[in-house]
């Protein structure tokens, strides 16, 4: 097989670090844990201290690096921030189901592309960007955040359900909590 076409940069890596055996095969410091001492990049500028277990620290980044917390003020602002934005994707889950319902009673006409499933469409692309962005918020790890995760979830969905119940909503299903 010809490599002759593959053309890389490599004038920012530091090849007099390098010796012939790191350079042409890697050696491995224990199981699948490769030795990149002698590459000449320095990967500590760009470690990581997520913690991949739960723990109940303050200190976090939570979504995006301008949304940090770093006292117990900030944690519960945070908190207060992911409560809501359960209750907007609820909302939108609400709406949309509310809309079906609406539809169906309307008898929509036979055309596959129409206006209501067009604005369907849109709602649903923001409830599933939402459910995406509080996972992401969950997989933190954080408990004060997990916990306000499914604390906003189960309290919107509850509200939802109890006092904005949707006529003709799945056969079978219990909607009837509050009366």
């Not at 012939?20 to 470690?47: E, N, R, V």
């Not at 459910?131 to 969905?157: D, P």
């Amino acid at each position: 097989m010809d490599h002759a076409h593959h053309h890389h940069d490599h004038a920012g890596h530091d090849h007099a670090a390098m010796d012939s055996t790191t350079a042409s095969i890697p050696t491995t410091t224990g199981p699948m844990q490769m030795d990149m001492s002698g590459m000449g990049h320095d990967h500590s500028a760009h470690s990581m201290s997520h913690s991949m277990s739960f723990h109940g620290g303050l200190k976090e980044v939570v979504l995006f690096q301008f949304w940090q917390t770093m006292s117990p003020l900030s944690m519960i602002l945070s908190c207060i921030v992911v409560v809501l934005l359960c209750f907007v994707m609820e909302a939108t889950r609400w709406s949309r189901m509310k809309r079906e319902a609406v539809n169906k009673m309307r008898n929509a006409s036979g055309s596959p592309v129409t206006p209501h499933r067009l604005i369907d469409a849109c709602l649903h692309a923001v409830q599933l960007t939402i459910s995406y962005l509080l996972m992401l918020v969950f997989m933190t790890f954080n408990v004060w955040l997990c916990a306000a995760t499914v604390v906003g979830e189960v309290i919107a969905r509850l509200l939802f359900t109890c006092f904005l119940p949707i006529e003709g909503e799945q056969a079978g299903a219990d909607t009837s909590c509050c009366n």
